[in-house]
C-alpha cells in the first residue's frame, strides 16, 4: 500500500522523507496513457511531487514541478500539496525510447537535456517563489538534487525510480529524498553517500515486498532514526465545473462571444484528469454576461 513517512536521523541532522507510491503512479499512467518511457518518467515526477508536496507547511499550499529539456516527452508537469496529494501531465504520453546502455527506461532521452527544472511554491503570497535550476542528466532524481543543492542551499541526495511491467502496469514506484541540515558534519554526508550507492535500488525493495518504512530503516540503521508521521499520497484532481467557468470566463469577452456565437456545446477537458465539462449554448451566454459585468 502507498505510504510517505517523514523522519529525521543522526540526532536531526538528516532529514527524510520517503514514500512507496505505485499506486499512485500507476493510477497516474493509466489516466494518461502513458508508454513504458513516458510512464517511468511521470512517475518519477508524480513521486517527486508528493514527496515535496508534503514538505510544505499549510493546506493550502501547492508546489508545482516542472521539467522541460527538449525531448521527445514535451515537457512533464505536476503539481501537489501538502497532504501529498498530486497531480500532473506529460506533454507526449506516447514518448518512447529503446532502453539505454544500462537496459533502463531512458528517461534522459526523452526528457533531454536543453531546459531547465522549475519549481514554483505557492504558498499564499503576492507572488510565488519561483527556482530554477538547468537539468544535469535529465534522469529526475539527479536534477531535483541539484535544484536543491544550487537553488535552495540544501546538500539533498534523491532517488526515485519507477518499475514497469511487461503488460505496461506499474510494478512498483517509489522515492526519498534526504537532506543534510545546515551545519550538519560532513562526515555525515560522506557516510550516507556510501550507504546509498551499496544499498538496492528502491523499486527493487519494494518489488522484494519491503514496506517504505521497512526500507528507510533498512538504510539508516544505527543512525538514531526516528519516524515522525507517516500518510497515505495519492493521484486526485481538484478540478470542478466551477473552477472550469472561472477559467472560461478569464479567457475574456471577446474569445466567449466567439464560442457562444457558433452556438456549439464547448467542451472543455481537464489537462490532469482527462475528466471532460461541456458547456451549452445558454451556458455559455451566463459566463459570457458574467464575463461583461
Ligand atoms: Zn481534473
Known sequence: MDKLIKATALNGDVRIIAAESTELVDKGVKIHQCAPTAAAAFGRMLTAGALMGSMLKSKQDSITIQISGGGEAKGVVVTSYADAHVKGYIGNPAADLPANSKGKLDVAGI???????????????????????????????????????????????????????????????????????????????????????????????????????????????????NILESTVPEYRCDCSKEKVEKALISIGKEELEEIYNEGKTEEIQCHFCNKTYSFNHEEVGKLLHESSK
Request: net charge negative.
Open 111 to 225: 526528457i533531454g537535456l536543453e531546459g531547465n527544472l522549475t519549481v514554483i511554491k505557492d504558498m499564499g503570497l503576492k507572488e510565488p517563489y519561483v527556482g530554477q535550476s538547468p537539468i544535469s542528466t535529465g534522469e529526475i532524481g539527479e536534477d531535483l538534487a541539484y535544484y536543491f543543492t544550487v537553488s535552495e542551499q540544501t546538500p539533498s541526495a534523491v532517488g526515485l525510480g519507477v518499475l514497469i511491467d511487461t503488460d505496461c502496469s506499474v510494478k512498483a514506484a517509489g522515492g526519498f529524498i534526504i537532506q543534510m541540515m545546515p551545519g550538519a558534519n560532513e562526515m555525515v554526508t560522506d557516510i550516507l553517500t556510501y550507504r546509498l550507492q551499496e544499498i538496492p535500488s528502491i523499486t527493487e525493495m519494494i518489488s522484494n515486498g519491503m514496506g517504505i518504512e521497512d526500507i528507510i530503516k533498512y538504510i539508516f540503521e544505527d543512525m538514531q532514526l
